[in-house]
């Protein structure tokens, strides 16, 4: 076998083929039999570039589509077409995970009199919008063996991380108020951020009002009975419950809540590529891309 590889290296050179054959005392017609099962260089390319799909896929927890696929392999250094990548994919079987539709979680509360307005106005695009301008949050539920497990979010809307959260076995206003306050811890953001949710009871609440004064928050709520005036938060619970909720039975909440907190801070924040960032992950978008963050103020 090793001659007739020397035998097609002297081709490539454009060499004689029958005088390498001579030299090696091998037929010109067996290096031609055995030089028509070689795989092609396309075919060569197509072996090495499914192996990096391959384990970009697995790398993602088998969540990237074509798309993250695509957008991995050019971070990489690696050129290849979309196309070429959703061939490979699909011989692999292999597919992103597909969003679920939304379903309301918080409730309004009908006694609370004076509400704030709504100061975004759906503008959710992170370009022009500094760290720590504006946050939303929103409260979602995870079914386990145990009973409901119930998580809440702050999320930074110039970068979208997730800059606090809370998971607990109830909804009650000191589960917003835990994520706030996680968020503040970290971020140490200046007066005047502006925190986003809807209208239900626990944001709404005296406790979370007085918290927010005292961190010099301004509040903004979403207009009644429009979920897509929170939809980042939204998002963001569509993609948890899609690539790590959906995916397997939940035992306990002890061990629900070590799953989130994993997905949350090493992959969602730290890897997971967001198409909204130019495909980055939020905290590498925030240390190249963004106005207005210190260095603590980004931790």
């Not at 081709?11 to 005088?19: G, H, L, P, T």
């Not at 799909?53 to 990489?76: A, M």
Request: charged share 25%; net charge positive; proline share 5%.
């Amino acid at each position: 076998m090793s001659r007739y590889r020397f035998v097609a290296a002297e081709k490539a050179a454009a060499r004689a083929v029958s005088r390498a054959c001579a030299v090696l005392k091998v037929s010109r017609s067996a290096y031609y039999q055995w030089s028509q099962h070689l795989p092609s260089a396309r075919a060569q390319e197509d072996a090495v570039l499914d192996e990096q799909v391959t384990r970009i896929h697995q790398e993602s927890r088998g969540t990237y589509g074509v798309p993250r696929v695509h957008q991995q392999l050019r971070r990489e250094g690696i050129a290849c077409g979309r196309k070429r990548v959703a061939r490979l994919m699909t011989a692999r079987g292999f597919a992103g995970r597909f969003k679920r539709r939304f379903k309301q979680t918080t409730i309004a509360d009908p006694e609370a009199s004076v509400l704030a307005p709504d100061r975004l106005k759906r503008a959710f695009g992170p370009a022009g919008i500094g760290l720590n301008h504006v946050w939303v949050g929103d409260i979602s539920y995870l079914r386990t063996w145990e009973g409901w497990c119930y998580l809440a979010t702050v999320i930074d809307l110039a970068s979208r991380r997730v800059v606090g959260f809370a998971l607990a076995d109830h909804m009650r206003t000191s589960l917003v108020s835990e994520a706030l306050e996680m968020a503040v811890t970290a971020r140490r953001p200046g007066p005047g951020l502006i925190f986003h949710s809807d209208r239900g009871s626990q944001y709404t609440s005296r406790e979370f009002l007085q918290l927010m004064a005292k961190a010099n928050i301004v509040q903004s709520l979403s207009r009644p009975r429009q979920c897509w005036d929170n939809a980042v938060a939204e998002s963001f619970f569509s993609t948890l419950k899609t690539e790590l909720v959906y995916r397997r039975p939940w035992p306990t909440r002890a061990e629900a809540r070590r799953a989130v907190f994993e997905f949350i801070e090493v992959f969602y924040n730290r890897r997971r590529l967001h198409s909204s960032l130019g495909y980055r992950p939020p905290v590498e978008y925030e240390s190249i891309r963004l106005p207005g963050g210190s260095p603590a103020s980004a931790a």
